[in-house]
Nanobody, 124 residues
Framework: VQLQASGGGLVQAGDSLRLPCAAS????????MGWFRQAPGKQRLFVGS????????YYADSVKGRFTVSRDSAKSTAYLQMDSLKPEDTALYYC??????????????????WGQGTPVTVSS
């Protein structure tokens, strides 16, 4: 599975961005999807995830209430909607796909495929 994240850019604090992640698979419903980010000089961190059927989502505390993960099976695409952006959200954003091993295992799943990352810069 190849993943292509896009939609990054330079925005001001308080703005919104939506990052799509297109997956090259016709079996998109067989994958949990996740979003991660890596700020310069820091480790890659979990941002949010969505289950294979779209019914369950999880978020990092730092983005809860501001970011929303969704998916469109018809387009084999996952999305990260980012609202009320802050300068500390500046990072390279990655999407990832996890093979469906456990339908209820979204929180603890490991990710098998990664996209190349799209940069988001939030100015104050």
């Amino acid at each position: 599975v190849q993943l292509q994240a896009s939609g990054g850019g330079l925005v001001q604090a308080g703005d919104s961005l939506r990052l799509p992640c297109a997956a090259s698979t016709r079996r998109f419903n067989m994958y949990h999807m996740g979003w991660f980010r890596q700020a310069p000089g820091k480790q890659r961190l979990f941002v949010g995830s969505i289950s294979f059927d779209g019914r369950t989502t999880y978020y990092a505390d730092s983005v809860k209430g501001r970011f929303t993960v969704s998916r469109d099976s018809a387009k084999s695409t996952a999305y990260l909607q980012m609202d009320s952006l802050k300068p500390e959200d500046t990072a390279l954003y990655y999407c990832a796909a996890a093979v469906l091993r456990d339908p209820d295992g979204l929180r603890t799943t490991t990710y098998d495929y990664w996209g190349q990352g799209t940069p988001v810069t939030v100015s104050s």
